[in-house]
């Protein structure tokens, strides 16, 4: 059973930083498409970040391109998300997703139903 655990989230200023981890276990595929997703009240979740694990491909939401970069340790099993330049409107809870053996293409997946584990979701805040 995949399991997902992030952390690392919190309160900053506006044009702060954080950076979001997610330790993984139960991944038996070498490779995967890894994703981190936010979500605020009243919203469908957002894939913002996906990486291939086995090769480094990444692909972002056009709203954080040039501010975050998802980047993997395959020796910790984990994937981080670093974020740059963060904004109000950032503010969200963000979760960690697997699609254990699968493949992350430019478009597919970015909805929830293409990932089949879930990490806790840890909150970012940032204010103006």
């Known amino acids: 059973q995949v399991q997902l655990v992030e952390s690392g989230g919190g309160s900053v200023q506006a044009g702060g930083s954080l950076r979001l981890s997610c330790a993984a276990s139960g991944l038996v595929y070498r490779s995967n498409c890894m994703a981190w997703f936010r979500q605020v009240p009243g919203k469908k979740r957002e894939a913002v970040a996906r990486i291939n694990t086995g090769e480094d491909s990444t692909y972002y939401a056009d709203s954080v391109k040039g501010r975050f970069t998802i980047s993997q340790d395959n020796a910790k099993n984990t994937v981080y998300l670093q974020m740059n330049s963060l904004k109000p409107e950032d503010t969200a809870m963000y979760y960690c997703?697997?699609?254990?053996?699968?493949?992350?293409?430019?478009?597919?997946?970015?909805?929830?139903?293409?990932?089949?584990?879930w990490g806790q979701g840890t909150q970012v805040t940032v204010s103006s």
């Open positions: 997703a697997a699609r254990s053996g699968g493949y992350c293409y430019a478009a597919y997946p970015r909805l929830e139903s293409g990932f089949g584990a």
